[in-house]
Nanobody, 124 residues
Framework: QAQLVESGGGLVQAGDSLRLSCVGP????????IGWFRQAPGKEREFVGA????????YNDNVVKGRFTISRNNAKNTVYLQMNSLKPEDTAIYFC?????????????????WGQGTQVTVAS
């Protein structure tokens, strides 16, 4: 299983931007589907978006609404989640996760490895 580490969270104001990073072992982000999920207190883990090994992107449009972008830097073994126009409803712990190619990206059960999460807090 891939070992993933998220970073980049913090406290921001509404309308601000953050870029989260997900770092994996060498070449892991090029092999696995890398998904981003978030979980707010008392809520289920929610799919945000994912990038496949072929670099195809999938987003949860109900969450992203055109504001977030996933990208990958293979040389740095890193997948990024760029979040713009943040609002208080985006406050959550954000996780990255790795799934074998071909599994449905929006399904929590597709993922075999998870990072520990990074907290994003958006103030009004």
């Amino acid at each position: 299983q891939a070992q993933l580490v998220e970073s980049g969270g913090g406290l921001v104001q509404a309308g601000d931007s953050l870029r989260l990073s997900c770092v994996g072992p060498p070449r892991a982000v090029m092999w696995y589907t890398i998904g981003w999920f978030r979980q707010a207190p008392g809520k289920e883990r929610e799919f945000v978006g994912a990038i496949s090994r072929s670099a195809t992107m999938k987003y949860n449009d109900n969450v992203v609404k055109g504001r977030f972008t996933i990208s990958r830097n293979n040389a740095k073994n890193t997948v990024y989640l760029q979040m713009n126009s943040l609002k208080p409803e985006d406050t959550a712990i954000y996780f990255c996760a790795a799934a074998q190619p071909g599994n449905p990206a929006a399904v929590v059960g597709s993922y075999e490895s998870w990072g520990q999460g990074t907290q994003v807090t958006v103030a009004s």
